[in-house]
């Protein structure tokens, strides 16, 4: 069984501080990761992608992806009321392409940026 | 561009019956994917579309089905509703992108449908 792992939160961050959540994975094979957030009630929305080890920042967002270590994070710098929500890490496993498209998610973590 | 849609938003049903739902890809994507998401059991993947073929499947019983039509918009049926069915359904859309020699593709989740069975 393949497997996205996430501390469930919630995570408390001070506005304007760095949020910090992390995501592991089960299968080293694995290719493309994804951050998707999610308001309560709501669709997840798509924040970034990322496929190579390293740091990839979009705006107040970086994703770090370390292969080596199974581990995926994702920093919020000056956070925000506005990004208080659920975090949900998500995997393709599958390297055949022709395999298909499967997203395979995480349980979420809770971010609450206090004022 | 518009975004993936979804109908209908909301439904509720009784154990017994069976519900179908529909999903509009974004305009030029191929690929449709269906999830469901419970409060206990998260996100978890149904089956994907793919010209009009399932090309994945998740691990549920065999009353959830799906198929996609020649225009890449998606339809999801379950039958026999059980209680547990209850969930947010959601559709994704995707077309491939190939970036630094690598495919992946994006989804893009439409607002869900909210299905309660009594």
């Known amino acids: 069984q393949k497997e996205v792992e996430q501390n469930s939160g919630p995570l408390s961050v001070p506005e304007g501080a760095i949020a910090s959540l992390n995501c592991t994975y089960s299968?080293?094979?694995?290719?493309?990761f994804f951050w998707y957030r999610q308001y309560s009630g709501k669709s997840p929305e798509l924040i970034m992608f990322?496929?190579?080890?390293g740091d990839k920042e979009d705006g107040r967002f970086t994703a770090q992806l370390n292969k080596a270590s199974q581990y995926v994070s994702l920093l919020i710098r000056d956070s925000q009321p506005s990004d208080s929500a659920t975090y949900l890490c998500?995997?393709?496993?599958?390297?055949?392409?022709?395999?298909?498209?499967?997203?395979?998610f995480g349980g979420g973590t809770r971010v609450l940026v206090k004022p | 561009k518009a975004g993936v849609t979804q109908t209908p938003r909301y439904l509720i049903k009784t154990r017994g019956q069976q519900v179908t739902l529909s999903c509009s890809p974004i305009?030029?994507?191929?690929?449709v994917s269906w999830y469901q998401q419970t409060p206990g059991q998260g996100l978890q993947f149904l089956f994907e579309?793919?010209?009009?073929?399932?090309?994945n499947k998740g691990n549920f019983p065999g009353r959830f089905s799906g198929r996609q039509f020649s225009n890449s918009r998606s339809e999801m049926n379950v039958s026999t509703l059980e209680l547990g069915d209850s969930a947010l359904y959601l559709c994704?859309?995707?077309?491939?992108?190939?970036?630094?020699?690598?495919?992946?593709?994006?989804?893009?989740f439409g607002p869900g449908t909210r299905l309660t069975v009594l």
């Open positions: 994704a859309s995707s077309k491939p992108r190939t970036s630094g020699g690598l495919s992946t593709d994006t989804q893009y």
């Open positions: 299968d080293r094979g694995s290719q493309s």
């Open positions: 990322i496929y190579s080890n």
């Open positions: 998500a995997v393709v496993f599958d390297m055949i392409k022709a395999a298909g498209n499967k997203l395979t």
């Open positions: 305009s030029g994507h191929r690929s």
């Open positions: 579309y793919f010209s009009e073929t399932q090309r």
